[in-house]
């Protein structure tokens, strides 16, 4: 049961009239001191009677304003789910909420979204349909009663919980799943694959990072090759879309649609943990509940621009990263130490050096002496240097604990549609294409499918490697078929093909024009500070020598990236297409780059 304090604007009974019943809440509105009830309050029985007598106050200062219509429902979601009873002061809302948003979020994904918001409760999604609360003594996620501010730097909309009475241990359960099936192992693809086809069907891989874009491809993609999958991910990707007004091209499930999805067409089961890998507490819980042989790492904020929008982004993208990969580090040391982890790095670790670019490690005399030293890392934003950190980590803790990780250095993922994405609407993979999170291939095809000039930063020289996503889900599988042995940090440079941004403006293009688009290119000034015209030549052989099979960029490629940019243009929000984050205006106010 909610209880809304008074002036409620009238604009905004409706929807929260409409939500409410939705989630089966009553609520109540204060009004001059007599309560009058818009919906009759649920008839189901309190859960807890711990949470019922709660005392809880909220600062929602930190809630962008945008958003504090959104916040103010999921955290009243939130504890609603647990029956208790909430003041909440509405006089400062705006209007902007998305009854669009509310119609595609479950259930769960409103309490999700609250812990996202509140990041300090630990959420386990699990495979049965009993009740949401459980007695502590069960094997599930447990958390603290005690939910004072975790992230207290974080860009995330952040609540400020006070407790009055003593912590106390309690069990949340959300269910969306059937019961547990085990999933039959299928045949590999290739060799090495092959080789190791025994030991992949009894691994079980925790996909950290799960709901995003090389994530949710490759979580599939190891379930359908007969793993056991378990993602992990605290859905703050969808909340970066929110708080900045973005959109994937995609129309993209909830985490839980599409999980459901797989289950119904391929008998498979995917475990899903909903929460935050900084929060140990959470991270602890499902290492001991999932007991991992790999963990493959994409659980990152992984924008550029995301981590040059502001101080607080910036502070929020090495946070996030770093004390995330931290706390994966500590869990495989104390939990599974036999574990392989599988972190994804990116070839923007190592800048643009005037000469070769090796895989990690580079061989140098000096003075008369030879050593082997990891290759020179030149990071050129606040998130590569994050990655550049998560590294050091990651390369020390093999040496000191004796941790088996393999570094993939990635490049550029470009595409869509893998084997398994394909195989149903609620299964497709989101396509950025914005000016923050959109990656360069992906957005020139959006631009030529709506009309809008293809925008090249600067002289356009800047070379990279690039890759297919059916490639990057081919070379996790592959590191963790092949995996680091104890005490090795192993470093790979995932990808295919180098292009400059000017190859890549001309070949879509070339494909546009194929297709009967008049394809325009403009030069726009260079929002980064990086070199624009240079040498690159970066190694890429390890994958290849362990049995990747690539998936080169080709006319057929373009066309149907093309195709489905066109099919789906209507979508296409073309303001958020240009740059709008620069690399020297950046400041410590806070910015809300979507006004
Ligand atoms: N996409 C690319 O072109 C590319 C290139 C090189 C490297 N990479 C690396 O690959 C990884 C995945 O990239 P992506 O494009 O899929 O990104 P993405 O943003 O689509 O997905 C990242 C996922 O991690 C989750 N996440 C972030 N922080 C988390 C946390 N603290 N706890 C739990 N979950 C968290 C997000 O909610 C999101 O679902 C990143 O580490 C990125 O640095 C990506």
Same mark, same amino acid.
């Given at each position: 049961m909610v209880a809304l304090c008074s002036p409620v604007p009238e604009y905004a009974k409706g929807w929260i009239s409409r939500i409410c019943s939705r989630l089966r809440f009553g609520f109540f509105l204060l009004k001059d001191s007599e309560p009058k009830i818009l919906s009759q309050p649920s008839t189901? %029985?309190?859960?807890?009677k711990f949470f019922a007598s709660l005392s809880i106050s909220i600062s929602?200062?930190?809630? @962008?304003s945008c958003h504090s219509v959104l916040g103010y429902v999921h955290f009243a979601s939130y504890l609603c789910s647990l029956g208790v009873c909430l003041n909440v002061p509405?006089?400062?809302?705006?209007?902007?909420?998305s009854l669009r948003l509310f119609k595609t979020l479950s259930i769960v994904e409103h309490v999700a979204m609250a812990h996202v918001l509140s990041t300090s409760c630990c959420l386990k999604i699990s495979s049965?349909?009993?009740?949401y609360f459980k007695s502590s003594n069960d094997n599930f996620t447990s958390f603290s009663?005690? *939910?004072?501010? &975790?992230?207290?730097?974080?860009?995330?909309p952040r609540l400020v919980w006070q407790e009055k009475r003593l912590p106390r241990k309690c069990i949340f359960r959300a269910t969306t799943l059937p019961a547990n099936q085990e999933a039959p192992a299928t045949q590999s693809s290739s060799g090495s694959l092959d080789a190791s086809s025994e030991l992949s069907k009894t691994q079980r891989v925790m996909v950290i990072g799960g709901d995003g874009y090389c994530g949710w491809a490759t979580a599939l993609h190891l379930s359908k090759k007969g793993y056991e999958v378990a993602i992990v991910d605290n859905l703050v990707r969808r909340l970066f879309d929110h708080q900045l007004s973005l959109d994937s091209l995609t129309p993209i499930s909830s985490i839980h649609n599409r999980i459901r999805c797989w289950k119904s067409i391929t008998g498979k089961t995917i475990e899903l943990f909903i929460g935050d890998i900084c929060d140990f507490e959470f991270l602890t819980e499902t290492f001991k509940s999932f007991? %991992? +042989?790999a963990v493959v790492h994409f659980g990152e904020q992984r924008s550029a621009p995301y981590s040059m929008i502001d101080r607080s982004r910036a502070v929020f993208t090495q946070h996030n990263n770093v004390i995330g990969t931290l706390n994966v580090l500590f869990a495989i040391k104390e939990f599974r130490e036999d574990c392989h982890l599988v972190k994804l790095g990116t070839m =923007?670790? @190592?800048?643009? %050096?005037n000469i070769d670019i090796e895989e990690g490690y580079i061989t140098i005399t000096h003075n008369g002496r030879t050593d082997t030293l990891p290759y020179p890392k030149q990071a050129s934003s606040f998130y590569h240097l994050s990655k550049v950190h998560d590294s050091h980590n990651i390369a020390f803790t093999c040496k000191a604990w004796g941790i088996r990780a393999t570094d993939l250095n990635q490049g550029v993922v470009y595409g869509l549609r893998t084997e398994e994405t394909a195989m149903h609407e609620e299964l497709y993979n989101r396509f950025d294409y914005d000016g923050? *999170?959109?990656t360069a291939l992906n957005r020139f095809c959006v631009q030529a499918a709506v009309g809008h000039p293809l925008t090249v930063y =600067?002289?356009?020289?800047q070379t990279r490697g690039y890759l297919d996503i059916r490639d990057t889900v081919q070379c996790v599988e592959l590191a963790i078929a092949n995996p680091a042995n104890p005490g090795e940090f192993r470093v790979f440079n995932q990808f295919t093909e180098q292009f400059s941004v000017n190859e890549l403006a001309a070949l879509v293009t070339k494909a546009g024009e194929k297709l009967g688009l008049n394809v325009q290119t403009i030069t726009v000034p260079n929002p980064r500070v990086e070199a624009e015209e240079h040498y690159y030549n970066a190694k890429h052989t390890k994958l290849v020598e362990l049995g990747l099979k690539p998936h080169l960029l080709s006319d057929s490629l373009l066309d149907s990236l093309l195709n489905f940019a066109i099919k789906f &243009? +209507?979508?296409? +929000?073309? &303001?958020?297409?240009?740059?709008?984050?620069s690399w020297r205006k950046i400041g410590v106010k806070p910015r809300t780059i979507a006004a």
């Open positions: 189901r %029985p309190p859960r807890s929602f200062t930190a809630l @962008y509405m006089e400062n809302l705006a209007e902007p909420i049965s349909k009993e009740s009663a005690s *939910f004072t501010s &975790k992230i207290c730097k974080s860009p995330v007991e %991992p +042989d =923007g670790e @190592y800048g643009t %050096p923050v *999170f959109g =600067g002289k356009g020289g &243009k +209507d979508r296409v +929000d073309t &303001k958020q297409i240009m740059p709008s984050v």
